[in-house]
Structure formats: C-alpha cells, structure tokens
C-alpha cells in the first residue's frame, strides 16, 4: 500500500505524526508512505523508515511572490512530483483549506478529517472521505486516532513511538550536560535571560556543562549571553539531523514551549519545558520522560503572543516570576536522578 501523507508544518506538528506512522507501519506490512513537507522541515519525513519519497512545499515562501514561483517553475516542479504517481490514499492530517488543496491535486483516495474536526471546517470540502476525531485529545493522540480510521486497523495502545531512535544519526562525544532550548516564537513563551544565566550557574556547580542550540541571529546573541562566564557550548549553525546528533549526547534538556521541545520529546530525552502563556494539555511535549512545569500566575495560560498585564513583575513575563531557576533545577534533578 502507497499513501501519499501531507503535512506540511510546523516542526512541533510534523514531529507529531511520527507514531502514527510507526502505527501504521506495524499494522499494516509493506506500507509505504511519500510525504508533502514544506522545504524548512524536509529533514524529518526521511528519519521514519516507512517514508520513501520526501516533496518539499514551499508555501510560505511562495505567499510572499506567486509571481515568482510561477515564472521560476517551481510551482510546476511540485506539481509534477506530486503527480508523479496515483496513490492508494491522499491522506491530509494537516486539516487547513492550503494542505486540502494540496491534496486536491494528487492523484488517489483523498481522506482527511471531518468539518467538526479540522482548524479550517472548509478543508473537509475537497476530500473524498472525511473522518471525525474529537478535539480534546492531545495532536499525536488524535493523529494516531486519525491513521488508524483513515487506514483501517484498530488504535493501538502502546506507547507512542516516533521511531527516530532506530536511525543511525551520527553524534558527538558524549560528556556530562544539560541543554538549554532557549529560543521560540512568541514573546511570551520566553523565559527571562535573567533566569538561563542563573541556571547556567547553578548547571556547572552540579558539574554540567551547557549546551545551546540556536537558529537565528537573535538566538545566537542570546546564547552568548548565557554562556558567557560558564562552562557552555554553543553549537555551530547545523541542519535538523545534526542537531539530532547533540540532542542525544546530553543527560536532560530544559525548554521553553518550541518545537525543538518536541524534539527533544521524539527522541524520549529526559526533558523539563517550562509553560506559561501556554497550556501543554494538548500539544505539549509528550512522552515518559517529558515533564511539564507550568505557571498557576493569576492570568496563565492567556494564550497571548504579548503579556498585557498591567503590573510589573521582576521578570517579563510576569507569569514566570512562579518558575524560578531554582524551581527549575529542582525538577531536573527528580528527572536525572542527581543530588545537589
């Protein structure tokens, strides 16, 4: 069986999938899967074993210059792959009115999930099979959930498993360590600079180092920042795999809500991700070894991309004054099993 699995972004989302496809590969031998990724992600899909053909979008760059992708042919290229053969499912688990259309052009059974059940309820128009699943589960619950409908074989009950462990990804020297995610989108998912460097602090006194991972110019200074005065490594700019390779040489990560977060997660790292604004309930990091540590501040999770309360804290957002670095440490060392 040839599927044809769309799902485009982002990292934490495409992260997700992955025990549906360990699912659906245990149910169902010989199945086969391409997968419709946009280009910044197009590492992922090639971790799973059961994914052949990897056909990277480009639809965030193509909504800032049609135009452009049009006369370039790019837009013609995807195309083509995309209808480079008829599969036996188009299976959209992305549930937006752009992965539908995407799946509207592919040649095959076009399955995704219901009006009630998609981000966009107009998505369900363009397939040819729609599929409830119910809202109040975590995403790689009803991800599982969704596969196991749309492929025919009952919802299995064993642990998710993102099968990213069975790769053969080449890593650094191990040495005793604590990586830090510090960097994501929204302002207020930021823990405070103030809070990494007292943490780096208390990291080396433990006697780990502190590895950080940065992706942008704004992350690197802030890494710099943290690092500076400690025992810390900053990683050079890498690609997704790379970064893999570090993540699986450290004892324990400490994250703000990010998708490198649900990395971590994947690879069933022994991991503290640290929520304010946000509500871990249903797409926090997921696993045996994944630990939540979530303000109870008056106004949390406000769900907000800028803190409007209208008191100061010592710290922005206010919200994280609850998860100090000393609460934080304290919750690694139950994790790891150390004593400071």
Same mark, same amino acid.
Do not use: N, T
């Given at each position: 069986m040839r599927v044809l699995l769309i799902k485009t972004s982002s990292l934490g989302d495409i992260l997700h999938v992955l025990p549906a496809l360990s699912d659906a590969a245990a149910a169902i031998p010989g199945i086969r899967f391409d997968w419709v990724v946009e280009e910044a992600f197009a590492e992922v899909p090639s971790w799973h074993p059961a994914v052949d053909r990897v056909i990277p979008v480009a639809i965030r760059r193509w909504r800032k210059n049609g135009l452009r992708a049009l006369l370039s042919g790019e837009w013609?290229?995807?195309?083509?792959?995309?209808?480079?053969?008829?599969y036996d499912q188009v299976l959209d688990a992305q549930g937006l009115?752009?992965?539908?259309?995407?799946?509207?052009?592919?040649?095959g059974e076009r399955v995704g999930l219901d009006a009630d059940s998609a981000r966009e309820p107009l998505a369900s128009r363009f397939y040819d099979r729609s599929i409830a699943v119910a809202k109040g589960e975590h995403a790689v619950i009803r991800l599982r959930r969704l596969f196991a409908e749309a492929l025919g074989? *009952?919802?299995? $009950?064993?642990?998710?498993?993102s099968a990213i462990r069975s790769q053969k990804l080449v890593a650094p020297d191990h040495s005793p360590s604590i990586l830090f995610v510090h960097g994501t989108t929204w302002v207020t998912k930021h823990w405070p600079d103030l809070y990494w460097i007292a943490l780096a602090e208390i990291v080396n006194r433990a006697g780990y180092g502190v590895v950080l991972p940065w992706g942008s110019e704004e992350e690197r200074d802030r890494a710099e920042r943290i690092a500076a005065g400690h025992q810390a490594t900053i990683l050079p700019r890498c690609s997704l795999t790379e970064l893999v390779g570090y993540f699986r040489q450290v004892d324990a990560m400490v994250c703000v809500d990010s998708g490198l977060a649900h990395l971590g997660a994947a690879l069933d790292i022994p991991s503290i991700t640290l929520y304010g604004a946000t509500n871990p309930g249903l797409i926090g990091t997921l696993g045996a070894q994944q630990h939540h540590l979530s303000s109870d501040f008056?106004?949390? *999770?406000?769900? $907000?991309?800028?803190?409007?309360?209208?008191?100061?804290?010592?710290?922005?957002?206010?919200?994280?004054?609850?998860?100090?670095?000393q609460v934080v440490w304290q919750r690694v060392t139950q994790l790891i099993n150390i004593s400071y």
């Open positions: 013609g290229g995807f195309r083509k792959q995309l209808r480079m053969e008829e009115i752009k992965s539908a259309l995407v799946s509207w052009m592919a040649r074989y *009952p919802m299995p $009950k064993s642990p998710a498993d008056a106004c949390a *999770p406000c769900l $907000k991309r800028l803190c409007h309360y209208p008191e100061k804290g010592e710290v922005e957002p206010v919200c994280y004054q609850q998860l100090s670095p």
